[in-house]
């Protein structure tokens, strides 16, 4: 199993971890309770359940093998996956779900880029991904980038988790609109500083709503929804009320690009 994996899990258990866990959590039930169509997904970090809220009948969550091996914990329990697929290779065929879920799943990808490309192809015409991650433009992302030069060194912790790479929200935005997709809505939260006992990040509460009013896009974290839109297709009616040929059932990738990709990532 993944160092990374671990590393992110066993950060989720600590008290900022639960933390930030909680507000992402919020964000995802509000963000799905009312989204329908036929087939969703979620992509990696198990112990997040975003589509407990949503109603559309088939749901899976499909996990990277670097999470083979990992177990929950009481305060942190670990939802069993339904298939294991690589973010850059989804078993899925072409236009076949209505909604993805990407949490945290960009930043563990080895080509996050080509992990959001794969996105874009399995996704139905006006189908939405929702992303979360950490952002590097924060009090957070300072103190993280403070530690690293400390850690050079010799000496100092990290504050957030080793991951392989934070996607800053402006360029997540880039990356999105050159794969036509169209940014629904977008929010930061967790504006308590970078403090790492429960004690202290009860106590700073009131940063919340502070940070919410006058620092807004320097929150710890970021939450986005995007909708896939195709151009010069006109839908006569809302897509999950419009029957497709064949169920969304995985399925071998027949795509020579996320194969690619895929042999990359097992090469690193």
């Not at 670097?66 to 298939?83: C, I, M, T």
């Not at 504050?159 to 794969?179: A, Q």
């Not at 919410?212 to 320097?218: A, N, S």
Request: aromatic share 12%.
């Amino acid at each position: 199993m993944s160092d990374e994996i671990i590393g992110l899990h066993h950060w989720f258990d600590s008290p900022p971890g639960r933390y930030l866990l909680g507000w992402e959590q919020a964000r995802y039930d509000d963000a799905v309770a009312d989204l329908f169509g036929y087939h969703s997904l979620q992509v990696g970090t198990p112990w997040l359940q975003g589509l407990r809220t949503n109603r559309i009948a088939h749901q899976w969550l499909a996990l990277d093998s670097a999470f083979h091996g990992l177990a929950g914990s009481p305060s942190l329990p670990v939802q069993p996956p339904a298939l294991w697929a690589d973010p850059v290779a989804l078993p899925f065929p072409e236009n076949s779900l209505d909604l993805v879920l990407l949490p945290h799943t960009l930043e563990l990808s080895c080509d996050p880029h080509a992990a959001l490309r794969e996105v874009a192809r399995v996704l139905v015409p006006e189908g939405r991904v929702v992303i979360s991650g950490f952002n590097a433009t924060s009090l957070w992302g300072l103190r993280q980038r403070r530690a690293r030069l400390y850690q050079r060194l010799g000496h100092g912790t990290l504050y957030l988790p080793d991951t392989g790479e934070f996607i800053g929200y402006w360029r997540l935005r880039d990356w999105l609109r050159l794969l036509s997709f169209e940014v629904e809505s977008a929010s930061f939260g967790c504006y308590r500083p970078a403090v790492r006992s429960a004690h202290w990040l009860d106590r700073l509460g009131w940063f919340d709503a502070l940070g919410g009013r006058w620092w807004p896009i320097l929150g710890a974290a970021y939450f986005v929804v995007a909708v896939k839109r195709v151009h010069g297709m006109r839908l006569i009616e809302p897509a999950w009320r419009t029957a497709r040929q064949g169920a969304a059932a995985p399925m071998p990738v027949a795509n020579r690009s996320a194969a690619d990709a895929s042999a990359r990532c097992r090469e690193h």
